[in-house]
């Protein structure tokens, strides 16, 4: 039954149910009479008892009959209202049921949605999301069928059941003549300009709340409503049903009408005016539609040579090393080794260090060792405290800032973090506050959670201090309390106490930090179980045994001096002669005269220690090696140490040295070591040498190449893999698959004595800790994950592993790869003892259009000149092009000792790098080269064809793509020339000074003031004129150094109506090569005359 009551301005229609439950529920006038405060909220909660009393038993009994049949649907769409809105009007199984059949009765007749809602109930605009199969021939609704937002809420929004009711029922009835106002009804019938439906209101009711419950699915706010009816009220419409009562907020006064027929309030008609009069204007695609960036596409395609050499091997095969071997009194942790060695060997020597006369100072036995950690691994659980709570708890990790001439105090606080069962995490002495990579390293602190940071007394007193006496807060750094570990701060445990010494787990046992090649420092966790395997592997592939000799000359804190100097020689009771770095410096020759003294066994060393000894060699004679059997190269994958390899043993196998002797090793510190070429008592095969040729290998092939040719690399192999590892080589971008035999991929290891993770960085971890390489196929080669250990090479013959390059080193430039250590090679080959600064050069890549270009930064001679600076310049240009076959983009000579310094004496590439980006690497002499390695400069932009208005309104308007060519703003044409400016200034301030010319000592040698440059410019035109004859136009040479001369002189021609050419003078002592420069130049630009210092 319907009741149509009519006013002037509105239709209000109210419609009689026979559910009870539902005319209750919804009752307008209750709710309006609580809204405006003529009842109190209980009073209006008593009067719906009331209300309510009589029919209760009637809708229990009408849900138990509805329970096995389908209702007309009445719930209502849960969105969030506000808060003075009542939640019970919308609380209804039989609603809920009824929705959930409208939905089934929308799934099965797969009619479209409409495709355009509109109301001003909602602030802001709501784009609504249409179905494929939606059918509007609305040109301007294409703009709202993007991707859905979720409208802000507002206030209006608090009865979005009636904002639907009203969009239902009036949207379906609209006169508008568009073909959106005729698209389909969701009941599946069209709309027609009587309303002589037959449909009873349950079925309309379904209809509606289906639709409210889709556009709760769908996140499709309220319809938005964007304009008013330009109609006049009384235009015709359909009799259709509405709503009984209005939403809260609405008032009984006039109500104006959308085109739609949705009643508006009239009371804040004037901001729904504006805001409508807004949303009326045609809908523009968002403003990064029409903004294209084009500049990758103007860039100039660099296309693949199609004669390039591409791998024709077969795919590889995973490489196994040898079987670990079983030893049955191997303990079962190397804590358990230090327990057995400290208590069964007390005496033995472990540990003796020396000082920088190359005398020992200490003697550390395995005694001491034992009772000195389990001292410091006591004070450190029991003796450090904060508030009556312990400082530590085991797990937590302990920073060991310790000098690299102190290793005795090292090993103690490192197998005392051990037995405390703590996690050490070694880094370097800070020196000052804006230490290179200081700030990387304090963000590895904090990222680990590092409080306390052991030290020693002499190192804590040399650290910088702040006024209050306390070391202070490095840049980046947490905040850190420093435990000196020197024996006067350390109690002895009592008896009863014992350190737990477990067997080898999963658990972390230290932290080794390190940088990567844009600079950032990570953490490298360390197992006990790894910890444990790699002593095992080393000890295996080297053939160490109890009581053996070594010096190590590498850094004791980490890589291949830790692994060597400090785990596995305890793991056999071996004694460790450490040379420091600063011994080093002083007597480069310190680690062999040791090794000839206490007969060492073997030495760990690197390239540049031995190309070090080389250099000092003469002074000694009374020296021998025999005694080696294995002289351990670590950096025996840099390509370059082959060089230094041949070099010593040429000159010192007359001194008992064996070539078999030298064992080059591949390590890197997510893998450790890699590989290492065995003693040749153990029956390996020979070692090999490959000529390799640089152009084919810069595409990533393997080319066998002759020595005669100048741009070839020989390397050496690193020997095999290590027991238990399995090895491939996988391409180093995109999916991990194998590489072909002559391809050159990253080498990657699947072992148990690797590390696990980086520390607190698991997406790094997964990519690097956790590959699977895979077949061509796509199938994994094996079911355990393999670590990518940043390492560039092949597997040669006999299984020999050959390394080529690194990661960090890698440089792909225009397709090709470059390795930033072979750069160096080549620029230091370039008379590098005559120029650069004690070797301190570095190379690097930068980003220039989309591509990277070669930096070369080194350190040139203190007395070095200008000339001799460019001089080399040029030659190192000419040979990274003639061997590399690549441009250099920059070449940059800084002072002596500027350079960032890595802590044990080379050059730090990713700092030099941030200085350079940053432009405060402030260099004394620059070359660019831009035009030789940049080839894909941009393209000159031309005007496209076919343009219509559209477009140009486009690009007139919108900030975006440019239709023909950019052209600067347009600069007003100056009446007055330079000289112009010159001659006013004479006059109106003819004493001040313009130009101030300084010497070598920094005295002023010369000024100008304005003035006194007028008149010898004028004196310059009078004699260009009367001497030399000369007419407007004509050009002149000015060959003059830069100086006061040089600037009278250019405006002096400017006074004549001469062209001034600047050209460089020729240099004294070398005229043969820059006399024809000059010459050149004149004969080119068609000078008249050539003004030199003779001129006044």
């Not at 056999?572 to 066994?601: C, D, E, F, G």
């Not at 620029?827 to 301190?840: H, I």
């Amino acid at each position: 039954t319907r009741l149509h009551l009519f006013n002037q301005n509105t239709v209000k229609t109210v419609i009689f149910f026979s559910n009870t439950e539902y005319m209750i529920h919804h009752n307008p006038f209750l709710s309006l009479s609580l809204s405006v405060g003529d009842i109190t909220q209980k009073g209006y909660e008593k009067k719906r008892g009331k209300l309510l009393a009589p029919y209760i038993p009637q809708i229990q009994e009408h849900r138990i009959q509805t329970s096995s049949q389908v209702a007309p649907p009445g719930s209502k769409q849960n969105k969030p209202r506000a808060a003075n809105s009542r939640d019970e009007c919308f609380r209804s199984d039989l609603h809920t049921e009824a929705v959930q059949a409208a939905l089934a009765k929308y799934k099965e007749r797969k009619m479209p949605m409409p495709s355009k809602r509109r109301s001003v109930l909602v602030q802001s605009s709501v784009e609504a999301c249409t179905p494929p199969d939606t059918s509007s021939a609305s040109e301007d609704e294409g703009s709202l069928r993007r991707q859905g937002r979720i409208a802000s809420s507002s206030p209006y929004q608090a009865h979005p059941s009636v904002e639907h009711w009203f969009n239902r029922v009036i949207q379906g009835s609209s006169t508008s003549s568009s073909a959106s106002s005729t698209s389909s009804h969701p009941g599946g019938r069209p709309h027609h300009a009587t309303n002589t439906t037959s449909a009873s209101a349950a079925t309309v009711l379904a209809d509606l709340m289906a639709h409210t419950q889709l556009g709760q699915y769908n996140h499709s706010a309220p319809p938005d409503v964007t304009g008013l009816s330009e109609r006049s009220v009384h235009a015709e419409r359909p009799q259709v049903a509405s709503v009984r009562g209005l939403p809260r907020g609405y008032t009984h006064t006039s109500v104006m009408e959308t085109a739609d027929g949705v009643p508006v309030n009239s009371r804040v008609s004037s901001k729904i005016q504006q805001l409508l009069n807004t949303l009326k204007r045609p809908k523009r695609p968002p403003l990064r539609e029409f903004f294209v960036d084009d500049f990758e596409e103007l860039l100039d395609v660099q296309h693949p040579d199609p004669n390039q050499p591409k791998p024709e091997g077969g795919e590889m095969r995973p490489l196994n090393g040898e079987p670990l071997g079983v030893v049955t009194n191997w303990p079962p942790s190397l804590l358990a080794s230090l327990q057995r060695w400290g208590t069964t060997q007390p005496k033995s020597p472990c540990l003796t260090a020396l000082d920088n006369a190359s005398k020992p100072i200490y003697t550390l036995t395995y005694g001491k060792l034992w009772t000195r950690s389990q001292k410091l691994a006591y004070t450190l659980l029991n003796k450090l405290s904060t508030r009556n709570e312990p400082l530590l708890r085991p797990g937590d990790r302990v920073a060991l800032v310790f000098p690299n001439n102190d290793p005795v105090m090292f090993m103690v606080a490192f197998y005392g973090c051990l037995l405390a069962e703590l996690v050490p995490v070694p880094i370097e002495v800070p020196l000052t506050r804006k230490d290179a990579g200081s700030q990387q390293v304090g963000f590895l602190l904090g990222g680990c959670g590092v409080t306390l940071a052991l030290t020693t007394d002499a190192c804590q007193k040399g650290l910088p201090k702040a006024q209050t006496g306390e070391v202070v807060t490095f840049k980046g750094w947490p905040r850190l309390l420093w435990f000196v570990t020197d024996g006067k701060h350390v109690v002895k445990p009592p008896k009863d106490w014992h350190p737990p010494i477990r067997d080898a787990s999963n658990e972390i046992a230290y932290i080794e930090y390190k940088t990567s090649k844009e600079g950032s420092t990570m953490g490298i966790t360390v197992s006990h179980s790894a910890m444990l395997a790699h002593c095992h592997v080393l000890t295996q592939a080297c053939g160490y045994t109890e009581g053996e000799i070594i010096t190590n000359v590498l850094d004791f804190k980490r890589d291949a001096g830790l692994w060597h100097g400090v785990l596995t020689s305890v793991m056999n009771r071996m004694h460790v002669i450490s040379i420091p770095y600063s011994l080093m410096k002083v007597n480069p020759l310190s680690w062999i005269q040791k090794v000839h003294t206490y007969k060492a066994r073997v030495a760990v060393v690197k390239s540049r220690d031995m190309h070090w000894s080389l250099l000092a060699q003469r002074d000694q004679r009374d020296i021998s090696l025999s005694s080696l059997r294995m002289l351990i190269v670590a950096d025996g994958a840099n390509p370059w140490s082959i060089s230094s390899c041949d070099a010593f043993l040429n000159v010192f196998q007359a001194r008992g040295l064996r070539p078999e002797v030298i064992c080059p090793c591949a390590s890197s510190s997510e893998a450790m070591t890699v590989a290492i070429r065995r003693p040749p008592e153990m029956g390996v095969p020979p070692p090999g040498k490959a000529v390799l040729s640089m152009s084919v290998l810069s595409y990533g092939v393997i080319r066998v190449d002759t020595d005669e040719k100048l741009s070839v690399l020989t390397v050496q192999d690193v020997g095999q893999v290590m027991p238990g590892a399995l090895v491939c080589v996988i391409r180093v971008e995109g999916t991990p698959y194998l590489c072909r035999t002559d391809e050159v991929g990253e080498i990657c290891v699947s072992s148990s004595s690797t590390g696990i993770s980086y520390y607190g960085l698991p997406g790094m971890t997964k990519n690097v800790f956790e590959t699977i390489p895979v077949t061509s196929s796509g199938a994994p080669i094996s079911d355990r994950p393999f670590t990518r250990t940043s390492l560039l090479g092949f597997i040669g013959p006999d299984n020999l592993v050959f390394v080529v390059g690194k990661m960090d080193g890698l440089m792909v430039v225009s397709g090709r790869r470059h390795n930033a250590d072979d750069v160096v090679a080549t620029a230091l080959a370039v008379e590098p003892m005559k120029f650069v600064y004690r070797g301190r050069i570095a190379v690097f890549s930068v980003s220039v259009l989309h591509d990277e270009r070669i930096v070369v930064v080194a350190e040139q001679r203190p007395d070095a000149s200008e000339e001799d600076s460019f001089q080399w310049m040029s030659r190192v240009l000419q040979a990274i092009d003639s061997i590399h076959q690549a441009g250099v983009y920059c070449l940059a000579l800084v002072p002596a000792n500027t350079l960032p310094r890595a802590p044990l004496g080379g050059i730090h590439s990713s700092e030099t790098k941030q200085r350079f980006l940053e432009g405060a690497l402030l260099p004394c002499n620059v070359l660019m080269c831009p035009h030789t390695c940049v080839t894909n400069l941009p393209k000159p932009r031309q005007k496209q064809p076919e343009l219509g208005p559209a477009s140009m309104i486009v690009g007139n308007l919108v900030a975006g793509k440019r239709i023909a060519q950019a052209c600067g703003r347009d600069v007003s044409q100056l009446e007055d020339n330079d000289q112009d400016v010159l001659q006013w200034r004479a006059q109106a301030t003819p004493d001040h000074p313009l130009f101030l010319l300084l010497n070598a000592k920094g005295t002023v040698a010369n000024t100008a003031s304005c003035v006194q440059l007028h008149k010898r410019a004028e004196r310059v035109a009078i004699a260009l004129m009367e001497r030399g004859r000369l007419n407007a136009g004509d050009h002149v040479a000015l060959v003059y150094p830069p100086g006061i001369d040089l600037i009278a002189t250019f405006y002096g021609c400017l006074y004549a109506g001469c062209v001034p050419v600047t050209v460089r003078p020729p240099h004294p002592q070398n005229l043969a090569t820059t006399l024809p420069t000059v010459k050149m130049i004149v004969e080119v630009t068609s000078i008249s005359e050539c003004s030199t210092c003779c001129l006044p």
